[in-house]
């Protein structure tokens, strides 16, 4: 009796040790994964555009709409855009927009408006 129990073993074994020396190499395919991008693109040429006096209706023709505005404070414009490539980088640009008697005043934010661009208005 106890060789028929072993004849049915042994393969089961031996069947079990060649799938786990076999899973070491198997690799599951890769998965596809999409670069993201989200909110308003942001350029510095888009900043050094921007000039002290601006309306909104320029400020909204050089950079866009705003992706977050203040319900209750209509004076801030938010810009936020976002880029992420998987396994490579992630980038954030912020640049917030204030405006006084619905024109320009000034520019906060990761960019600014440039020395040149500066240079050019004086």
């Known amino acids: 009796?106890?060789?028929?129990?072993a004849k049915h073993?042994?393969?089961a074994l031996m069947l079990i040790a060649c799938l786990a020396a076999s899973?070491?190499?198997?690799?599951?395919?890769k998965i596809h994964r999409v670069t993201v991008q989200q909110g308003n693109v942001i350029?510095?040429?888009?900043?050094?555009?921007?000039?002290?006096?601006?309306?909104?209706?320029?400020?909204?023709?050089?950079?866009g709409g705003p992706v977050v505005r203040n319900a209750f404070d209509n004076?801030?414009?938010?810009?936020?855009y976002t880029l992420e490539v998987p396994n490579?980088?992630?980038s954030r640009v912020i640049v917030s927009i204030f405006f006084e008697d619905d024109q320009l005043v000034r520019i906060?934010?990761?960019?600014?408006?440039?020395?040149?661009?500066?240079a050019e208005e004086a």
């Open 108 to 118: 906060i934010g990761d960019l600014k408006p440039s020395e040149a661009a500066a």
């Open 1 to 5: 009796m106890p060789d028929a129990a």
């Open 88 to 90: 490579a980088f992630q």
């Open 75 to 80: 004076s801030r414009w938010d810009y936020v």
């Open 23 to 29: 899973g070491c190499s198997f690799q599951l395919p």
């Open 9 to 11: 073993i042994a393969p």
């Open 43 to 63: 350029t510095q040429e888009m900043v050094d555009r921007l000039k002290p006096g601006m309306t909104p209706e320029q400020v909204a023709f050089v950079m």
